[in-house]
Every structure is written in C-alpha cells, then in structure tokens.
C-alpha cells in the first residue's frame, strides 16, 4: 500500500499493454469502414483539418476493436473533466462471458500531459499504470491481458497533470 492510505502499489502491466498517441491522419486500414470510396477522399487532413480528423479516426478504430472481439462495456461520460489526481467513480462489468481474460481500452480526448504523466486502473487489490507521451494528442491506452475478475469493479485514476477533456473520452472492456 502507498503511505497506508490504501491504494496498492503500482503493477507493471501485463505484456502488449501500450499507450499511444493517435495521429491527424486516418490510418489507411480504416477506411474499409466507409462504404463509398469517395467519402473517403473527403477524410483528409486538408479538407476537414486535424481536430475532426482525429475524432472520426478514433471512432473508427474503436469500429475495428468492436467488430473483432466481443466488447463487454463501453462508457463514453465516465472520464470527462477528471481532475488530475482524481479516479473516477466505479466501472462495474458482472459479466465478461466465457471470457478468462481481457483487454480494457481507454481513450482520452486531446490533453497536453505533464512530464511523468500516467494512466491507472485499479480494482482495490491491484494497480496498474501506463505512462503517457507529453505530445498534445488524443491517447489510446490499452491495459491488455487482465483476469476478467478484475473488471467486476475498477477505477480509473488520471495522473497525466491536467484535467480530462470535458468529451472525446472513453472505455471499452474487450475480451479476450
């Protein structure tokens, strides 16, 4: 425990977990979700401009994580405005399926993180915690390969030195 105020030491997460910053560009694989090709000429950079781009390049990446696995939680409301310093409130999953394991995904509207800046869940036994990049990006964190028991109740705690943005935040738990 930290300084017995009861939150667990820090974990290293499991293998294949990763925090990243997305880019303005739409990642070519993407694209397959939209079904007119000409959309997709429309989704560039120059013709629509980075923040746009970012949103709906998210959302298509979590299409992608949706359409490959089973997607047991998503909470698009929990996040906005955390405090750094601050967990939100409990994320409650009571069934994950035949799921053993899972992955949970996070993603962060844009934020300018301070150096030493990091991600945790937790479920009151057991911490984990990714580091982010400074970079002024939308993040995607993946905490990959937890027990699915671990996702019955867990928080999520902001450490990255500023505030949540107030949308573009969300969780996904994905089993494995």
């Known amino acids: 425990m930290v300084g017995g105020v009861g939150i667990p030491v820090p974990e290293v997460p499991p293998d ?10 739409i990642d070519a694989s993407l694209l397959s979700y939209l079904s ?30 949706i359409a490959d696995a089973t997607t047991f939680l998503i909470d698009e409301t929990i996040l906005n405005n955390l405090t750094s310093g601050s967990s939100s409130s409990s994320i409650v999953l009571s069934n994950t399926g ?13 934020i300018t993180p ?15 915690e990714i580091g982010l990049s400074t970079a002024t990006s939308v993040k995607k964190i993946t905490f990959d390969n937890i027990e699915s028991s671990f996702v019955s ?3 999520i705690t902001n450490e990255s030195g500023v505030s949540f943005a107030s949308w573009g935040n969300s969780v996904l738990v994905v089993g494995l």
Not at 98 to 110: A, F, P
């Open 16 to 25: 294949g977990s990763v925090s990243i910053d997305t880019v303005a560009n």
């Open 36 to 65: 007119d090709s000409a959309k997709s000429k429309i989704l560039s950079t120059s013709n629509i401009g980075g923040s746009t781009t970012k949103v709906i390049n998210k959302a298509l990446e979590k299409i992608d994580v």
């Open 98 to 110: 035949s799921s053993v394991r899972v992955k949970i995904i996070i993603y962060l509207g844009e």
């Open 114 to 128: 301070t150096v030493g800046a990091k991600i945790q869940v937790t479920d009151g036994t057991t911490t984990y």
């Open 153 to 155: 109740s867990f928080q």
